[in-house]
């Protein structure tokens, strides 16, 4: 948060589960639009809005791809409903692992040598095996602040094994939790999220003042990588951090 841009109240959309904000976050749309609205869909449960040759809104990753046709993209997860959400076709390579203790530190030792050798433009990297704590052990619980504080070692080592003058980082969460779960209960706990940016032309130190939701992020991404906004969006990005 020195180092960068954030707010402690980045809003999820509803319902706050996973594969639904997931698709927001990478779509730049509502679930109205994007269709995706379980938790676990892996392909629109309703139809969405997109209506050209396209069966689905398209996502970052693919708009990526098709502004940077040669662009190096990685995408590694551990929960598989990723890999059918991300648009894996637009991706370099899209990794899973084991959702793990173990399994964390092996994704970010992984990215980290990747990143380093093959320079991507974009990298994704998920972190699923928190969430599970949360589910078994309860948001909050002294097993899941315990886990976190191990996701937060593994997240430092990622960052600075790749950090240089050019890297602008991103950091969130799909959704939030309360007791055991995160879908079922509207409060706010699950619906507000920490974000934080920092990196190359990022302001530091700088409270994120304006509201935020999910798909804001999107429309930043795409600043920052040169990638168009489509007609149909309605999230900005977030340009009161940039310096
Ligand atoms: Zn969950």
């Known amino acids: 948060m ?3 841009s954030w707010t402690l109240d980045k809003r999820c959309v509803f319902p706050t589960a996973s594969a639904i904000n997931w698709m927001s976050l990478f779509s730049g749309v509502a679930p109205e639009y994007h ?4 938790w676990n869909s892996r392909k629109p449960d309703v139809t969405p809005v997109w209506t050209d040759e396209r069966e689905e809104v398209p996502t970052i990753f693919r708009l990526e791809r098709e502004t940077h046709p040669e662009s190096d993209i990685l995408v590694t997860f551990q929960w598989d409903v990723i890999r059918s959400i991300v648009d894996s076709t637009a ?4 990794i899973q692992f084991p959702q793990t ?4 530190w092996e994704e970010s030792s992984w990215a980290a040598d990747y990143i380093k050798s093959h320079h991507p433009h974009f990298s994704f990297v998920y972190f699923g095996s928190l969430d599970a ?3 078994q052990y309860g948001w909050e619980s002294d097993e899941y602040l315990t886990y976190a504080s191990h996701i937060d070692s593994v997240i430092k080592s990622l960052v600075e094994a790749v950090q240089d003058d050019d890297t602008v980082f991103v950091l969130t969460s799909d959704h939030g939790g309360h007791g055991h779960h995160h879908s079922s209960e509207y409060v706010d706990e699950t619906l507000r999220t920490p974000l934080v940016i920092w990196g190359k032309g990022i302001k530091k130190g700088h409270q994120i003042g304006a509201p935020t939701v999910g798909m804001d992020i999107t429309a930043t991404l795409a600043k920052l990588l040169g990638v168009e906004p489509l007609p149909h969006w309605t999230c900005r990005p977030i340009n009161e ?3």
């Open 133 to 135: 704590m949360g589910h």
């Open 101 to 104: 203790e173990e399994g964390d």
């Open 35 to 38: 269709g995706y609205v379980r």
């Open 91 to 94: 991706v370099t390579n899209c």
């Open 241 to 243: 951090i940039f310096e």
């Open 2 to 4: 020195d180092k960068g």
